[in-house]
T-cell receptor, first 111, second 114 residues
Framework: GDSVTQMEGPVTLSEEAFLTINCTYTATGYPSLFWYVQYPGEGLQLLLKATKADDKGSNKGFEATYRKETTSFHLEKGSVQVSDSAVYFCALLKGGQNFVFGPGTRLSVLP | DADVTQTPRNRITKTGKRIMLECSQTKGHDRMYWYRQDPGLGLRLIYYSFDVKDINKGEISDGYSVSRQAQAKFSLSLESAIPNQTALYFC?????????????FGPGTRLTVL
């Protein structure tokens, strides 16, 4: 079945450091790919998405590029802030089917 | 006002008790979902509903039941709660007719079964 794998956390960075959170997927066909973010005490909210190969999703300084050849959708940010501390989930969606979420990666950014 | 609301936000109960978690949405979405979140396991789908007359089991439906009372309401019940159902529960909605559309999540219900 379809699955999503993320790098294990927690990830701890200093403010203004560069962030990469790896995400790879296994799926037949051509899924759409998403990053969701969960701030403390809140539900998940969409951060960015990409619907086809080589698309780049971006939002709030975060970026991720849909790489079909490596089945990856790594999340990057050039300079993280304390307010970026959260749990990040990679997810895929195929057609009319349901989302498949990765296990989440907790990010802590220290001042 | 929040688009997806969940009640209660926190609940502590005892083994064997019946519990109902409620979800309401004002987004007009046809699809609704219940997930549970456990540390290190991400989100796991319990049940989902594509419209009022459609209910489907997810990957971990055992020990749970649901009711879709209206398009805007989707309730999750634990008929006889057990400690390993202690988790964070999320309701989500999605517009099924718009192709590649995101899910919108409620704030979550933290359930503790003693």
């Amino acid at each position: 079945g379809d699955s999503v794998t993320q790098m294990e956390g927690p990830v701890t960075l200093s403010e203004e450091a560069f962030l990469t959170i790896n995400c790879t997927y296994t799926a037949t066909g051509y899924p759409s790919l998403f990053w969701y973010v969960q701030y403390p005490g809140e539900g998940l909210q969409l951060l960015l998405k990409a619907t086809k190969a080589d698309d780049k999703g971006s939002n709030k300084g975060f970026e991720a590029t849909y790489r079909k050849e490596t089945t990856s959708f790594h999340l990057e940010k050039g300079s993280v802030q304390v307010s970026d501390s959260a749990v990040y989930f990679c997810a895929l969606l195929k057609g009319g089917q349901n989302f498949v979420f990765g296990p989440g990666t907790r990010l802590s950014v220290l001042p | 006002d929040a688009d997806v609301t969940q009640t209660p936000r926190n609940r502590i109960t005892k083994t064997g008790k019946r519990i109902m978690l409620e979800c309401s949405q004002t987004k007009g979405h046809d699809r609704m979902y219940w997930y549970r979140q456990d540390p290190g396991l991400g989100l796991r789908l319990i049940y989902y509903s594509f419209d009022v007359k459609d209910i489907n089991k997810g990957e971990i439906s055992d020990g749970y039941s649901v009711s879709r009372q209206a398009q805007a309401k989707f309730s999750l019940s634990l008929e006889s709660a057990i400690p390993n159902q202690t988790a964070l529960y999320f309701c989500a909605t999605r517009l099924g007719t718009s192709g590649i559309s995101e899910q919108f999540f409620g704030p979550g219900t933290r359930l503790t079964v003693l």
